[in-house]
């Protein structure tokens, strides 16, 4: 599952009945506005959807999967929950026009721009994006800026060992900045931001160390991003 990479972070029992979920679905979540519509890609085993309806955040959730057997366990999952529609489809091919909020997280980046682009654009009544890229995030944010999406909030997820950035692209147009590009909008004030960065410096460190025959300006290169 791409969402659930190990079973250290599948969801347990919460209180009261309802379904506890880990810190990136739980940012996922608390990005969605209130009585949204929400079409989600790769919903997987559908623990977000049922948090979601469950605590009536939302009006109704499409949870897509494309993959025979995460299908099965989500329709099974999801099947006391009337507001929840399951579909076996891929990316945006079957996007509902009553959507107003599109979900596409556990993937790359690339990835979850050929799912998003040009086929969003068809759809007037989509008012955000919530992503949860994995790599490339310069590539991402780029991306979407370039395709009038601006960034409205994003947040640092540390969760088994490794940094997430869960972002909100709402419409809007913006200009590029090399750093928020780079790093995440408003990033720094992140209470994770100190650590994620003490640990990319560490990374770059080693890599300088590494790297044997290499030329002045891969060095610079390097010696750039601990700026």
């Known amino acids: 599952s791409t969402r659930y990479p190990n079973s250290s972070c ?15 679905l739980k940012t996922i979540a608390d990005f969605i506005e209130q009585n949204s519509i929400v079409f989600d890609v790769g919903a997987d085993h559908g623990i977000l959807e049922n948090y979601l309806l469950d605590n009536n955040r939302i009006k109704k959730i499409y949870a897509i999967e494309n993959k025979k057997g995460p299908f099965n366990i989500l329709s099974s999952s999801l099947k006391n929950n009337k507001n929840a529609i399951c579909i076996f ?11 107003d909020t599109i979900i596409v997280a556990g993937m790359g980046a690339h990835l979850i721009s050929k799912i998003v682009f040009p086929k969003v654009l068809e759809f007037d009544n989509v008012k955000s994006i919530i992503v949860d890229s994995h790599n490339d995030l310069f590539y991402l944010r780029s991306n979407f800026i ?13 969760e088994n060992n490794h940094f997430y950035f869960v972002i909100k692209f709402i419409k809007g147009i913006k200009e590029k900045k090399k750093e928020e590009l780079e790093f995440g909008y408003k990033i720094k004030e992140d209470p994770l931001f100190s650590l ?3 640990k990319e410096l560490s990374k770059i460190n080693d890599l300088i160390l590494k790297v044997k025959d290499v030329d002045d300006k891969k060095i610079r290169t390097l010696l750039e991003r601990k700026e």
């Not at 489809?89 to 959507?99: A, E, I, Q």
């Not at 370039?146 to 540390?158: A, H, L, P, S, W």
Request: aromatic share 8%; charged share 40%; hydrophobic share 25%.
């Open 10 to 24: 599948k969801p347990k029992q919460g209180q009261k009945g309802l379904m506890a979920i880990s810190t990136r």
């Open 89 to 99: 489809s891929d990316g945006l091919k079957d996007l509902k026009t009553d959507c």
């Open 146 to 158: 370039d395709n009038g999406f601006k960034i409205e909030k994003e947040k640092i997820v540390f």
């Open 196 to 198: 994620y960065k003490e």
